[in-house]
C-alpha cells in the first residue's frame, strides 16, 4: 500500500492530494455514520486546477475501504483520465457530471441512500419545518422527480433546473444530494439533510400532531446560520471529524 500511494501522490500536485485525502475522508465518515449504500453511491470532487477533472470511488470498493490513493480521476465523461487498477461507474456520474458542470461552486457532489432519506423522499410533503436541524436545509432546498435509474443524459437539463442555486436537493423516490465548495461543506450539508429526515420520521412515528416552525423564523435562518456557524460551519467542524476517523484508522490517507 505504501509502494502505491507514494505512486499516486508523486504523480499529482499538492492541491489534489489534499482534494484526495478530504474525499476519502468523507467516504470513510459516511461508512461510519450509516450512510452508506454497498458500493451504490457516490461522493465526487472536483480536481483543483483548469481542468474539468474529478474524483470518485473505484467501483467495487466499500466506502470504508476507499482511500486517497484508490480515488478515480476521471473527465466530465465519466471515463479515466489517469491510469488506475480500478473500474468507474459512468452511470454513477450522470447526476454529479450535470452539476459539476452547471455549478463552479460545486466542488463536491455528495449523492446518499439513506433510509431515513429514502423515506423522508417517498413523502408529499417532503422535509418540514419541526426542527432547527431543517431550517438550516429547507433554506437552501430543492426537490426533483423521480425519472427512473439515473442513467439518462437528457435528465440532466431538468436536475440542474431544479436544483438551481440551492444547496440541498431531495431526490424524490431516490435519496439525498448535497453540493459544496469543499468534501467538509458537502459533508456538514448532508449531516444536516440526513439527521431533519431522521428527526422527522421520529416525530411522525409518535402520531400526535407536529407543530411547525412558523415561516418568518424560516425566512431568517439563512442570516442566522451565518452568525451562528461562520457559513454553513464545515471548516469549523471537519477537524473534529478527521481526528474522529484517525483515532479509529487513519488508513484513508494512503
Known sequence: MQAKTAAVRDLVSAEEWQARVDLAAAYRLSALFGWDDLIF???SARVPGPE?????????????????????????????????PYPVNPAGFTIHSAIHQAREDALCVMHLHTRHGVAISAKKH???????????CLASL??????GLAVNDDEKPRLVSNLGDKVHLI???????TIGISAAEAFLAMYNLERSCEIQLMAEAGGAELIQIAQP??????????????????ELVWPGLLRKLDARDTSYRD
Request: charged residues 15%; hydrophobic residues 40%.
Open 217 to 234: 423564523i424560516l425566512d431568517g435562518i439563512t442570516a442566522q446560520a451565518k452568525i451562528v456557524t461562520k457559513g454553513i460551519g464545515g
Open 126 to 136: 417532503g422535509l418540514l419545518p419541526i426542527s432547527q436541524q431543517s431550517l438550516f
Open 52 to 84: 474539468h477533472h474529478f474524483l470518485i470511488n473505484p467501483y467495487g470498493l466499500m466506502f470504508d475501504e476507499i482511500t486517497a490513493s484508490s480515488l478515480v480521476k476521471i473527465g466530465l465523461d465519466g471515463e479515466k483520465v489517469m491510469d488506475s
Open 171 to 177: 431526490l424524490r423516490n431516490h435519496g439525498l444530494l
Open 41 to 43: 453511491t457516490h461522493i
Open 142 to 147: 430543492a426537490y426533483h422527480d423521480y425519472e
